[in-house]
């Protein structure tokens, strides 16, 4: 899905001058959104992919799980919108900002929810409900942006995409070289502040009251979910071809094409 809304794919999405770029995403998003509540024939091929997803990770699920899932996935979607606009502005966004839309846009609560389906269990909704773990789950996203856009710069520079690395180069006006140690460094603290936090998660279940079948979902949800999550995401930036200098040039080239189109 990333692919399709951003990068030489994304391009089709929206003319090079960018005017009209956030309508044109803003409609398929609207598109593929509404499967969540209908799951009938939709038109675009992404729309129906998604619908095929949806409808297979929901079965089974209880009908909060499916409410906060949905919430969960508009709000991915939503993400790209801002994206788009994002891009089509003159100016580029403060880093903060944008790491603040990436939140959005990584797809990690998603992924976190996915996570209960395939591990058959769900987290307890007081639990998910509480600081500590909303803290959690937002270091979790943020550890993957950061790792995310360390190996993903020199795609998205050659491609035009908005990076975080860039940004804190242009805000800080240092060599790349020191921005990539400085997003090092962001990923360094807030693993540390993960780790120091997840020490309050048994006080948690006992403050909550939550019998042994509870707090068994919520360790399964630290372990299996928010920690999987971030050495998942790690690995797969580390051996997938997409954030290779070859990927970054064929990218490069392909949205030339587009553009002369």
Not at 86 to 97: E, G, L, N, T, Y
Not at 190 to 217: K, M, N, V, Y
Not at 236 to 253: I, L, N, P
């Amino acid at each position: 899905m990333p692919t399709h809304f951003c990068g030489p794919a994304g391009s089709r999405l929206r003319p090079v001058s960018g005017t009209g770029s956030s309508e044109t995403v803003r409609a398929l998003v609207r598109e593929v959104a509404s499967t969540l509540d209908d799951p009938g024939p939709a038109q675009h091929p992404l729309a129906r992919a998604f619908a095929d997803l949806w409808g297979r990770s929901a079965a089974g699920m209880s009908g909060a799980w499916r409410a906060r899932a949905a919430t969960d996935w508009r709000r991915y979607l939503d993400g790209y919108v801002g994206e788009a606009h994002a891009r089509s502005r003159v100016r580029p966004p403060a880093s903060a900002d944008h790491l603040a839309l990436r939140t959005r846009t990584i797809g990690a609560l998603p992924v976190l929810d996915l996570a209960e389906r395939v591990g058959h269990y769900e987290c307890p909704a007081r639990a998910l409900a509480s600081p500590l773990l909303g803290d959690l789950r937002q270091l979790a996203a943020e550890v993957v942006i950061l790792d995310n856009d360390i190996v993903s710069v020199e795609k998205e520079e050659a491609v035009g995409e908005i990076n975080l690395v860039l940004l804190l180069q242009g805000e800080r006006r240092c060599s790349r070289t020191a921005a990539m140690e400085l997003m090092r460094t962001m990923v360094k603290e807030r693993a540390e502040r993960f780790i120091e936090l997840e020490q309050g998660l048994p006080a948690l279940a006992e403050s909550l009251g939550l019998d042994e079948a509870e707090h068994t979902a919520l360790e399964r949800y630290d372990h299996d979910a928010l920690r999987t999550l971030m050495r998942g995401a790690h690995d797969w930036h580390q051996s997938v071809e997409r954030y290779g200098d070859e990927f970054a040039e064929m990218c490069a080239d392909a949205v030339e094409r587009v553009a002369e189109r």
